[in-house]
């Protein structure tokens, strides 16, 4: 059964870090793109980052651009965010998810992990 | 940037009608060398994450049940719910996934009238 489990989410103040991590379960990780969506409180979809495969491209929505690092490490089946620079509007349930290759759909999401950046 | 555009924001419909959504791209997202569009829809459920219920527009994923649909291609697009079901009640959302950025719709929130 395919599972993808975010964590380290949680309250922060405005200016600082925070890593997300996505354990991934039940499928052949290497063999799939990984992104990251978000979702403000009773708002709508975010796209904040997508990589390949093999880890070897990126791609970062302009809103986060500069702050934010997607990264993966195949031998552990996990996907990271490395979120700095928190700002109020990066509030949100963050979710991974996984997508065979460029120019397919996210097939399936994990249950998020819940970032708030308040002072 | 490709813009994703939902209407009607929210919908009821009774049990057993029909429910249609409509989604509309700022740019074609049909690619002319394979002619797939790159449009997807997906339900969300409160306190779930999204599910994805169609994929090139038309193409329903498995174990999807048959009473959902998608039609439409280039710039307009169409989720129907043949009878809605009480389960089915949720926010839609379509989405483009032509390229980065990848963009989605604001939502449509289906209801039970």
């Known amino acids: 059964e395919v599972q993808l489990l975010e964590s380290g989410g949680g309250l922060v103040h405005p200016g600082t870090s925070l890593r997300l991590s996505c354990a991934a379960t039940g499928f052949t990780f290497s063999n799939y793109a990984m992104t990251w969506v978000r979702q403000a409180p009773g708002k709508g979809l975010e796209w904040v980052s997508s990589?390949?495969?093999?880890?070897?491209?990126?791609y970062y929505a302009d809103s986060v651009k500069g702050r934010f690092t997607i990264s993966r490490d195949n031998s552990k089946s996990s996907l990271y965010l490395q979120m700095n620079s928190l700002r109020a509007e990066d509030t949100a349930i963050y979710y991974c998810?996984?997508?065979?290759?460029?120019?397919?759909?996210?097939?399936?999401w994990g249950q998020g992990t819940l970032v708030t950046v308040s002072s | 940037d490709i813009v994703v555009t939902q209407s009607p924001d929210s919908l009821a419909v009774s049990l057993g009608e029909r429910a249609t959504i409509n989604c509309k791209t700022s740019q074609n997202v049909l690619y002319s060398s394979n002619s797939k569009n790159y449009l997807g829809w997906y339900q969300q459920k409160p306190g779930q994450p999204p599910k994805l219920l169609i994929y090139w527009a038309s193409t329903r994923e498995s174990g999807v049940p048959d009473r959902f649909s998608g039609s439409g291609s280039g710039t307009d697009f169409t989720l129907t719910i043949s009878s809605l079901q009480a389960e089915d009640v949720a926010v839609y959302y379509c989405h483009d996934y032509f390229g980065t950025p990848w963009a989605f719709g604001q939502g449509t929130k289906v209801e039970i009238k």
């Open positions: 998810a996984k997508y065979i290759i460029a120019g397919t759909p996210p097939d399936y």
């Open positions: 990589i390949t495969d093999s880890g070897s491209n990126t």
